[in-house]
């Protein structure tokens, strides 16, 4: 019987953190994540570009979500779209509520119905365990992760709008550190690698359709014992 109750609560806090939703003032079209897979440290450096469309011309506030305990956010900019020209913003204000696992961001004013975020960042790779959410570990002992993001887990691993109604193209590149065979080639996406560069180790996938965060999915192999 005991077993069972953290299984229930596991469950109710994974419901009460789908049931949060986001402001519609902004809307994620495309977000770019450039991902560098850390294994000696358990960590994953990136930075996200996320492309936004204003929904209400007053708004002045973009929300999205990051957890604090797994993620680290370093730095943000923001940019105004004029066609193929981006112009930077001033970022008024960014306020963090760890209870709700929101970044707010107060901008300057803008006539353009697109903008642009910036944002770097760190992640924690967790352990192998049971209880497998955001970015983790394949096994113990071994140079592998994987990601389980349903339904809110996304923003474990990257800034994002991690609400079931938005759905944003992704499109990921992946490059992996120094102690993962140089032969690697185990890296999987949602959709098929658009360009490898084994000097780097890097991996480039295609653009996804339009899906929802808890949709996107990282599996890192690396055979080594």
């Not at 953290?6 to 495309?30: E, G």
């Not at 944002?119 to 113990?140: L, Q």
Request: charged share 25%; proline share 4%.
């Amino acid at each position: 019987m005991m077993t069972s109750i953290p299984l229930i609560i596991s469950s109710c806090l994974l419901f009460l953190a789908s049931s949060q939703q986001l402001p519609r003032n902004y809307y994620p079209r495309t977000q770019d994540l450039e991902l560098l897979i850390d294994f000696q440290n358990d960590q994953i450096i990136g930075k996200t570009l996320v492309y936004l469309e204003k929904e209400n011309k007053f708004s002045s506030t973009v929300v999205l979500n990051y957890f604090n305990d797994t993620l680290v956010v370093k730095n943000v900019s923001v940019y105004e779209n004029w066609g193929k020209k981006l112009t930077k913003l001033e970022l008024k204000d960014v306020r963090k509520n760890e209870l709700e696992e929101t970044m707010e961001l107060e901008i300057s004013d803008t006539l353009s119905k697109y903008i642009t975020l910036e944002i770097s960042f760190k992640a924690t790779i967790e352990s192998f365990s049971s209880y497998r959410a955001g970015v983790y570990r394949i096994y113990p002992d071994a140079h592998g992760l994987t990601t389980n993001f349903k339904m809110s887990f996304a923003r474990k691993m990257f800034p994002c709008f991690d609400d079931p109604h938005f759905r944003t193209k992704f499109i990921l590149k992946v490059k992996l550190d120094e102690s993962v065979d140089s032969n690697c080639k185990t890296v999987l996406s949602n959709y098929p690698v658009a360009h490898i560069d084994t000097n780097d180790r890097e991996f480039t996938f295609e653009e996804t359709i339009p899906i929802p965060t808890y949709l996107l999915a990282l599996t890192v192999l690396n055979g080594k014992k």
